[in-house]
């Protein structure tokens, strides 16, 4: 059992250091894609001896490219699944590389989990209209022959090929995002949305609105969440669906 971490990695990621950490803890090895990274970030990449290479194509423009490109990449290293995630994301602790290994003899072939919008403080999460908890792709098997092209939208095109979205299951974990957590993050964010999507083509207008604004914070109860996740109907055991015939 090989897993392989990858990411897309910016200039100036203030929650890397714990993303890579995420990697070293639960994957054989990881490679990432900078794009238009500052030197600290290299030299941080660096000292958790992944491997890393650079594109700096415009993020707001070859998002999907840049993503498929480094999923061919991943290919290199022989894996047998992926585990995609940001540069301001960990999993729950209790999302260990013991349950990653169980979760990939279950028959499934990709994993949704809960993400968690940390907001203000690590205490606390949002949870609206528009910013909210969600499921998204976070670990897939690497099954080059059913694609390795990203959605392709300019911006929001997932962590994973159409694939793992399709098929996907959702584990009984939540995954915590640190990037919204700062109100300096949300609004260079929602800076961010206004050059590359202005006509919120790409995401519900909710979404890029509460960026700018103070919402009401949640208790963030993890205990509580892992038991409500593992008592889920979504999370149970299905018989997997087959897939299509290459």
Same mark, same amino acid.
């Given at each position: 059992?090989?897993?392989?971490?990858?990411?897309?990695?910016?200039?100036?990621?203030?929650?890397?250091?714990?993303?890579?950490?995420?990697?070293?803890?639960?994957? !054989?090895? #990881?490679?990432? #894609?900078?794009?238009?990274?500052?030197?600290?970030?290299?030299?941080?990449?660096?000292?958790?001896?992944?491997?890393?290479?650079?594109?700096?194509?415009?993020?707001?423009?070859?998002?999907? !490219?840049?993503?498929?490109?480094?999923?061919?990449?991943?290919?290199?290293?022989?894996?047998?699944?992926?585990?995609?995630?940001?540069?301001?994301?960990?999993?729950?602790?209790?999302?260990?590389?013991?349950?990653?290994?169980?979760?990939?003899?279950?028959?499934?072939?990709?994993?949704?989990?809960?993400?968690?919008?940390?907001?203000?403080?690590?205490?606390?999460?949002?949870?609206? /209209?528009?910013?909210?908890?969600?499921?998204?792709?976070?670990?897939? /098997?690497?099954?080059?022959?059913?694609?390795?092209?990203?959605?392709?939208?300019?911006?929001?095109?997932?962590?994973?090929?159409?694939?793992?979205?399709?098929?996907?299951?959702?584990?009984?974990?939540?995954?915590?995002?640190?990037?919204?957590?700062?109100?300096?993050?949300?609004?260079? /964010?929602?800076?961010?949305?206004?050059?590359?999507?202005?006509? /919120?083509?790409?995401?519900?207008? #909710?979404?890029?609105?509460?960026?700018?604004?103070?919402? %009401?914070?949640?208790?963030?109860?993890? %205990?509580?969440?892992?038991?409500?996740?593992?008592?889920?109907?979504?999370?149970?055991?299905?018989?997997? %669906?087959?897939?299509?015939?290459?």
């Amino acid at each position: 059992m090989r897993i392989i971490g990858m990411m897309v990695c910016g200039p100036n990621e203030k929650y890397l250091e714990r993303s890579l950490n995420e990697f070293k803890r639960l994957c !054989d090895d #990881a490679i990432i #894609a900078t794009n238009n990274a500052d030197q600290t970030t290299l030299d941080l990449i660096d000292s958790h001896g992944f491997r890393h290479y650079e594109d700096n194509r415009e993020w707001g423009k070859y998002q999907p !490219d840049i993503k498929t490109s480094l999923l061919e990449a991943c290919g290199e290293l022989q894996p047998d699944w992926i585990i995609a995630i940001d540069a301001d994301e960990v999993f729950a602790p209790e999302f260990t590389r013991q349950e990653a290994e169980r979760l990939t003899t279950t028959g499934e072939i990709a994993y949704y989990f809960l993400v968690v919008n940390l907001y203000n403080d690590e205490q606390h999460f949002a949870h609206s /209209k528009g910013i909210q908890r969600f499921w998204n792709i976070r670990f897939y /098997k690497y099954m080059p022959e059913h694609g390795l092209q990203f959605l392709k939208k300019s911006l929001h095109c997932g962590l994973g090929p159409p694939i793992a979205y399709r098929y996907g299951w959702h584990a009984p974990y939540y995954l915590l995002h640190y990037g919204l957590m700062l109100e300096s993050d949300r609004l260079r /964010k929602q800076q961010r949305y206004q050059q590359y999507d202005p006509n /919120k083509k790409f995401k519900a207008g #909710a979404y890029y609105d509460e960026l700018g604004q103070e919402l %009401p914070m949640k208790q963030f109860d993890a %205990p509580g969440l892992l038991r409500k996740l593992a008592e889920s109907p979504e999370t149970q055991p299905r018989q997997m %669906p087959k897939l299509p015939k290459i």
